[in-house]
């Protein structure tokens, strides 16, 4: 049971490029989430999504896409980055309810120069 | 928009002392959640905190809820180095529970020997 899985650990871009930050659980859980942590901040809610072809923005969107095509993945995408998105992203993921907390997987840290 | 602020943001504690971080957040919620954080690495999930007056104990912390005076207090009792750590609050306003978390900032607990 791998929980929640994230690639890549680690990512350095140029500014302007495009990725795909890729996030996928094996719990069978309806909710996934994509939350950015910056240095001295909490984490902020970039989008989410509470079953497969459901997303919706959270606090921080612009800048970023997300589709849910199947339960287990939720790919984070950055446009054309910029500087600003330099971060820690982390993908979490949870049964609905609320009643049990949010898994979060190891985190990606990422660059843009 | 939901606030949710934490402090002390730094502690600095010598093991064997007792301390409260403290969670206040601005909106009507009946579910929050405390995480650790180890430096460099993910949140694992304390406790869950459903209703108002919930208190949740694991060996030497324990943390309650007032949903009415929207607060939430983390005890630490006979500190231990181990318990180093960045502890985060964050507060559930969604519908349906667990989709949309708003964390605090952290409070960064050192422990000195």
């Known amino acids: 049971n791998a929980g929640v899985t994230q690639t890549p650990k680690f990512q350095v871009l140029k500014t302007g490029q495009s990725m795909t930050l890729q996030c996928a659980q094996d719990?069978?859980?309806?909710?996934m989430s994509w939350y950015r942590q910056d240095p001295g901040m909490g984490l902020r809610l970039i989008h989410y999504?509470?079953?497969?072809?459901?997303?919706d923005q959270g606090e921080v969107p612009n800048g970023y896409n997300v589709s849910r095509s199947t339960t287990e993945d939720f790919p984070l995408r950055l446009l054309s980055a910029a500087p600003s998105q330099t971060s820690v992203y982390f993908c979490?993921?949870?049964?609905?309810?609320?009643?049990?907390?949010?898994?979060f997987g190891d985190g990606t840290r990422l660059s843009i120069l | 928009e939901l606030k949710v602020e934490q402090n002390p943001l730094f502690l600095s504690m010598q093991e064997g002392k007792n301390y409260t971080i403290y969670c206040n957040y601005s909106?009507?919620?009946?579910?929050l959640y405390w995480y650790r954080q180890d430096p460099g690495k993910s949140l694992e999930s304390l406790f869950v905190?459903?209703?108002?007056?919930a208190v949740k104990q694991e060996g030497r912390l324990m943390a309650s809820l007032d949903t009415k005076a929207r607060l939430s207090t983390l005890h630490i009792t006979a500190a231990v180095h181990d318990l180093s750590a960045t502890y985060f609050c964050?507060?559930?306003?969604?519908?349906?529970?667990?989709?949309?978390?708003?964390f605090g900032t952290g409070t960064r607990l050192t422990i000195i020997p």
């Open positions: 979490a993921s949870s049964y609905s309810g609320g009643v049990q907390p949010q898994h």
């Open positions: 719990m069978n859980h309806e909710y």
């Open positions: 999504s509470v079953g497969a072809g459901i997303t």
């Open positions: 909106t009507t919620s009946d579910r």
């Open positions: 905190l459903l209703s108002n007056g």
């Open positions: 964050a507060v559930d306003l969604s519908n349906f529970g667990n989709e949309k978390l708003t």
